[in-house]
């Protein structure tokens, strides 16, 4: 792709970013659209997770780069130790590499208006499926998935756009829109306001839940799953042990196993490990213009195949060739088995959005699933002192992953804590699914990325002496109080709405 252009805001570009603020989205639901009867219901929900994936208009066109998830896994992962970048780009992807963040970029931009959308469809729903009196439990359930979609979306805005409520609880978060008729003028929530908002409506979805229709959808083991994830964000160490092992008793899901591990997330709806995914089909494959994949991997036809697997992650890995997590880490090799490089990074290719029906930019994402509970509930366990019972956590992760030899068995290495191996499994486990910047940064831990690549700003391979610990370069630990660790809110919030405070 072609080289990034860096430029500063200037007057015209300010005016330009102005022109969006009268952008209003055609495909809004509102009541006039809904009936009282479940299909109508049903359908008015099913448009609202159609958003997650669709190339909705924005700023008066339509974009293929523009899709929530394609945004909500760049924005984590790409400004990760997980993932190299391993050229320049005119897309705004490379902004999460450098740390060069914007107002203006269009990706945070869109993520913000998506989610907004997504919270004000559900929004419309909600208020729609509760004037229904005495509803069925098909309705309920509608409503609840409703509550959790308000949940999950608010969750992610304030996690990209705020600091960790570790961090800063009562600082600045996102602006909380729970009703239709919540005033465009409206101020941020603090971090605490927005936790407790995002755990009441999960609470209450988990509730009204009780007529799951799949993995595909929310359901009650989903809204336990996020609120065990919430929690543990928020330090909560026993609401986080109770929702990860209410996931866990339901008995509805099991841990793949070492043979079936590198198929889950080709086929991840069918994976008896998903608690919710965004199911994709066929005719929604993106390919190599707009998929999730396609900056990840290449076959050579499919992708653009311009970002890879760090070198800090593989090393992370190294002990263990017989993982079977390595299997979604594919290098490319010539004839002769020799690791090619791209600009002096060995390309080390990442499947973990790839291979649904065969095709290599086609999967349906995991949000959640059960792993995620397993290390939820450790992390809690480290925290709180319960050693045995995280690393307990951790063994049945790592003999489903083909390490039965390896197993912790109670023990401690040395020069460890429990929290160190929990952070490293979860590292592994939960590699390039959206959580290593949060796991970090939420743990008041910095993030190495010494290793060459081009989320060093000007810097070229020769520059540095890859054997040594390079100095003086920015970008290279990232602190966690480090103000680029989350993202400008959009100039079209804060030059529309004069009650929403910048970050610094």
């Not at 448009?47 to 924005?58: M, T």
């Not at 889950?264 to 608690?275: M, Q, R």
């Not at 319960?386 to 030899?405: C, H, P, V, W």
């Not at 103000?483 to 529309?496: A, N």
């Amino acid at each position: 792709m072609r080289t990034k252009i860096f430029w500063t805001l200037s007057p015209l570009l300010l005016l330009l970013a102005s022109c969006v603020k009268d952008v209003t989205p055609s495909d809004a639901i509102t009541t006039a659209t809904l009936t009282n009867s479940a299909e109508g219901l049903k359908n008015a929900v099913n448009g609202a997770y159609a958003l997650f994936k669709d190339h909705v208009s924005f700023a008066g066109s339509t974009n293929s780069n523009n899709m929530y998830l394609r945004q909500y896994f760049q924005l984590s992962d790409f400004a990760s130790d997980d993932i190299v970048c391993g050229q320049t780009t005119t897309d705004d992807l490379f902004y999460s590499f450098s740390l060069g963040h914007l107002p203006t970029q269009t990706n945070t931009r869109y993520f913000w208006y998506i989610s907004y959308k997504i919270i004000s469809d559900v929004n419309t729903v909600i208020e729609s499926a509760e004037k229904v009196t005495s509803p069925d439990d098909a309705t309920k359930q509608l409503l609840g998935e409703c509550y959790f979609l308000r949940a999950f979306a608010h969750f992610n805005l304030v996690r990209l756009y705020a600091m960790p409520y570790t961090s800063s609880s009562t600082g600045a978060g996102v602006i909380l829109r729970t009703s239709t008729s919540d005033p465009a003028l409206k101020a941020r929530s603090t971090v605490q306001q927005v936790y407790q908002q995002v755990i009441a409506d999960a609470a209450k979805g988990a509730d009204l839940m009780v007529q799951g229709r799949g993995v595909q959808y929310a359901t009650r083991e989903a809204a336990w799953a996020l609120l065990s994830r919430a929690y543990l964000y928020e330090g909560n160490n026993d609401s986080t042990i109770y929702y990860a092992s209410k996931v866990i008793g339901s008995g509805k899901f099991s841990l793949a196993t070492a043979a079936t591990y590198p198929a889950l997330f080709a086929n991840a709806p069918a994976s008896p490990e998903t608690i919710f995914c965004i199911a994709f089909t066929t005719a929604e494959d993106y390919g190599k213009f707009g998929s999730i994949a396609s900056m990840i991997y290449s076959d050579g036809n499919s992708g653009w195949g311009e970002e890879f697997a760090s070198p800090s992650l593989r090393d992370s890995m190294s002990a263990h060739p017989e993982d079977v997590r390595w299997k979604y880490i594919v290098p490319l090799k010539d004839n002769n088995g020799v690791i090619q490089k791209k600009n002096g990074i060995e390309i080390y290719y990442i499947t973990k959005f790839s291979f649904q029906g065969g095709s290599p930019t086609l999967s349906s994402p995991v949000m959640f699933r059960l792993s995620e509970s397993y290390l939820n509930k450790a992390e809690a366990e480290a925290k709180a002192g319960q050693t045995a019972a995280a690393l307990d956590d951790l063994d049945m992760i790592r003999k489903n992953r083909g390490l039965s030899g390896s197993l912790y068995n109670g023990v401690v290495p040395a020069g460890y804590t429990a929290l160190d191996l929990v952070l490293n499994e979860r590292r592994i486990e939960l590699a390039f699914e959206g959580h290593r910047i949060f796991d970090v940064y939420r743990n008041k831990r910095s993030l190495n990325r010494t290793y060459w690549g081009y989320h060093l700003p000007g810097l070229k391979e020769t520059d540095i002496d890859l054997s040594k610990q390079p100095t003086g370069y920015a970008n290279m630990i990232v602190t966690p109080d480090n103000p680029k660790i989350i993202y400008y809110i959009p100039i079209d919030e804060v030059q529309t709405n004069t009650l929403c405070t910048q970050n610094p």
